[in-house]
């Protein structure tokens, strides 16, 4: 079209001078997201070496000298269909069914004959009669939100084969369940506290809020755990909430009137692992082992300056299709999450743009503080072994707790659980780095 029809012709003028301004916009923000994930996401993880003296107990068992100096949480996966997986999920009694994927469907079990392979050593072959032996007369116990729920679920499924039927139990409490090996009175727990401190979303059942409140203390919750032998933390899901704020509550949540101040997220968590470190301090057993589980990666999409654009450009009706996905950070489309994917991330040193490593630092720097205080911390780093885990998930082969919509079933991907963990799987390979500091340790 010449210019002179072009302003005779105004709207074709608007038409195209849209696209052209909105590609503008849409590369300004790709520079300024670019230079947003080199800052949060690339940083490397620095390593806490544990500081106990290692005892070699026997060579099936324990970590050598060679091990305990090799950072067990950098190396890669491989494909073992000889070795896994180390138990049925079919046949394990206390399975949850929302990680439970090959009841609900999933034929595809490859996702389970993965081994974690560090580089420069081994891990010790898990033992789950070495395991319960060494927690005789002792306490586990799992502390957080629903990834941990996770891991836990996977330690059980571990050892529980290994104890006649007569001779263990499960018992539900509200927030806390505990799994028992009578022979050994022994005890693998879990205790939900999504954000360690107390909240509203304290409630096992009912704790989606999207108004979330925290109170700065930790009493309430440590009554529950403060006989443990071992205890294993973790918090950061519900911290991950793009475009919301957390009110933190001055006062008890029972008072009438609520004095309430707003802070942004990772402030918030800040505060939580704050309490968490100073009650630790003030009153924990120094025998008992702790461990911090680091943040575990999503596949999915998330938040950024770069899908806001792609959501405004959509809706600038110029008929770009919505990114809710992250394939194209493992070469498949743009729009592809979890959902059909059978493979690892063969690329080393993986990083999403949707793991927060501001957040995994925080831990770093508060565990850091606590060691120099004599405290014994051990941060089991899971995220970059699980970054290559896409083929991991439940994606939809797991049960949902509300209905799933007709428009949702006709894009599987929309309703994917890209967060959790199949079991058999992933959190398996989580346990297995545990029991190699428990074996190592004299626990």
């Known amino acids: 079209m010449h210019t002179r029809d072009m302003a005779k012709n105004p709207t074709t003028s608007s038409a195209l001078l849209v ?24 940083l490397p993880i620095r390593i806490f070496e544990h500081q106990e003296q290692v005892e070699t107990r026997s060579s099936s068992t324990s970590v050598s000298n060679q091990e305990a100096e090799c950072d067990l949480f950098s190396g890669r996966w491989v494909f073992d269909d000889e070795t896994r997986p180390l138990y049925s999920g ?12 090959e009841k609900y469907g999933r034929r595809d079990l490859k996702h389970q004959q993965w081994r974690w392979q560090p580089n420069g050593c081994d891990i010790p072959r898990f033992d ?57 009175n022994a005890s693998i727990d879990f205790y939900w506290s ?11 059942v009912l704790h989606r809020m999207t108004n979330r409140i925290m109170r700065i203390s930790i ?43 707003e ?16 009650w630790l301090e003030l009153n924990q057993n120094p025998n008992v082992k702790l461990f911090f589980v680091s943040l575990s990666p999503t596949h999915v999409w998330s938040e950024s300056p770069f899908r806001i654009v ?42 999403s743009r949707g793991s927060d490593y501001k957040m995994l630092h925080m831990v770093e720097s508060t565990v850091a503080k606590m060691r120099r205080k004599g405290m014994s911390v051990q941060i089991l780093n899971i995220t970059q072994l699980s970054e ?44 297995e780095l545990l029991y190699s500091y428990i074996v190592s340790q004299q626990v």
């Not at 949902?400 to 659980?417: G, H, R």
């Open 19 to 42: 696209p052209i301004l909105a590609s503008l916009f849409f590369l300004l923000v790709i520079v300024v997201s670019l230079s947003y994930d080199k800052v949060d996401y690339i």
């Open 90 to 101: 079919t046949q394990c009694k206390y399975m949850h069914d929302e990680v439970a994927c």
């Open 128 to 184: 789950a009669h070495e395991l319960l032996t060494r927690l005789k007369g002792k306490r586990m116990v799992f502390v957080g939100d629903s990834l941990n729920r996770n891991q836990w679920v996977s330690m059980v499924c571990m050892v529980e084969s290994i104890v006649s039927s007569e001779k263990k139990s499960m018992i539900y409490n509200g927030s806390l369940l505990s799994f028992r090996a009578k022979d050994f």
């Open 194 to 204: 999504p954000l360690l401190v107390e909240s509203n979303c304290d409630d096992p």
């Open 219 to 261: 009493e309430k919750h440590a009554r529950q755990w403060t006989d443990a032998d071992i205890l294993v933390f973790n918090s950061y899901l519900w911290w991950k909430k793009p475009g919301m704020k957390m009110k933190v509550l001055h006062g008890s949540f029972e008072d009438e009137i609520e004095n309430l101040e």
């Open 263 to 278: 802070l942004e997220m990772a402030e918030g968590f800040q505060l939580a692992l704050k309490e968490w470190s100073n």
């Open 310 to 351: 792609t959501l405004l450009y959509s809706i600038s009706k110029l008929r770009m299709k919505v990114d809710f996905g992250r394939g194209d950070e493992w070469g498949a489309a743009s729009d592809q999450n979890c959902y059909n994917e059978t493979e690892p991330i063969h690329e080393e040193g993986y990083a």
């Open 388 to 431: 290559y885990r896409k083929d991991g998930h439940p994606s939809v082969y797991r049960r949902y707790w509300v209905n799933i919509t007709q428009e949702q079933l006709a894009e599987p991907s929309s309703y994917s659980d890209c967060t959790h963990w199949c079991v058999p799987g992933v959190p398996d390979a989580w346990n």
